[in-house]
């Protein structure tokens, strides 16, 4: 196993559970941002019924449940052995969904699927240097279809590729994965740059409350 498995394993172990139900008592939903209940859905996928979904970097599977409860053929990757094995133990029997272990830029270079539309929650775009994974995904993405990813803004100075630390024992190191953090201007060159169009980037903001970290959301064509 990886030290970027083990990391994500790690983290996989810290973080809660979905909830069984959201505010509105559905029980699979899409959320992009890092609060419950808040921002769009599925519907910036541009995807429809019976359409074909790569979410990378799919964590407990929830989002890619929630686009096959709503009859899309989800795949779902993820490195985290920790991470699928939640997922599959409660979404395992959705129809239209499918889990597997992989590394995102390794499966995209190893399939000759195409897709609908690609997606990443806070995952392997965040996660893997963009100047390796964006031909990546243009290549398996069908023409006209839609890269849609999420993250938190860059912190002001902050871009290129940085550091992100995940805890473990009070007398351990902490884990240390790499990201990549860029504004929103530099987003929609990057995408540019590697063919894509109508490329967006935008920051939502937090819900009211006391928090004031919103969520970067950007979206492309192939």
């Given at each position: 196993m990886t030290d970027t498995a083990i990391a994500w394993d790690t983290y996989a172990r810290q973080r809660p559970e979905r909830r069984q139900t959201n505010a509105?008592?559905?029980?699979?939903?899409?959320?992009?941002?890092?609060?419950?209940?808040?921002?769009?859905?599925?519907?910036?996928?541009?995807?429809?019924?019976?359409?074909?979904?790569?979410?990378?970097?799919?964590?407990?599977?929830?989002?890619?449940?929630?686009?096959?409860?709503?009859?899309?053929?989800?795949?779902?990757?993820?490195?985290?052995?920790?991470?699928l094995l939640a997922a599959r133990n409660r979404w395992g029997l959705l129809a239209g969904l499918e889990l597997r272990q992989a590394e995102a830029r390794a499966f995209l270079q190893s399939t000759d699927e195409t897709f609908d539309a690609v997606y990443s929650v806070y995952g392997a775009l965040w996660f893997t240097d963009p100047d390796l994974l964006l031909p990546a995904i243009r290549e398996r993405l069908r023409p006209g279809g839609r890269l849609v990813f999420s993250q938190?803004?860059?912190?002001?100075?902050?871009?290129?590729?940085?550091?992100?630390?995940?805890?473990?024992?009070?007398?351990?190191?902490?884990?240390?994965?790499?990201?990549?953090?860029?504004?929103?201007?530099?987003?929609?060159?990057?995408?540019?740059?590697?063919?894509?169009?109508?490329?967006?980037?935008?920051?939502?903001?937090?819900?009211?409350?006391?928090?004031?970290?919103?969520t970067l959301i950007v979206s492309a064509r192939g």
């Open positions: 509105h008592g559905e029980t699979t939903w899409f959320n992009w941002t890092q609060y419950p209940d808040h921002g769009p859905g599925a519907e910036l996928l541009d995807a429809t019924a019976g359409g074909r979904v790569l979410d990378l970097g799919c964590g407990k599977g929830g989002n890619a449940a929630h686009l096959a409860a709503i009859g899309m053929r989800a795949l779902g990757i993820d490195l985290s052995h920790a991470q938190r803004p860059p912190v002001a100075g902050c871009y290129g590729c940085q550091a992100s630390y995940i805890p473990r024992g009070p007398d351990e190191d902490p884990l240390v994965v790499k990201r990549w953090d860029y504004e929103l201007r530099m987003w929609e060159q990057l995408l540019a740059e590697q063919g894509f169009v109508d490329t967006r980037a935008a920051l939502l903001p937090a819900p009211p409350g006391p928090r004031r970290v919103g």
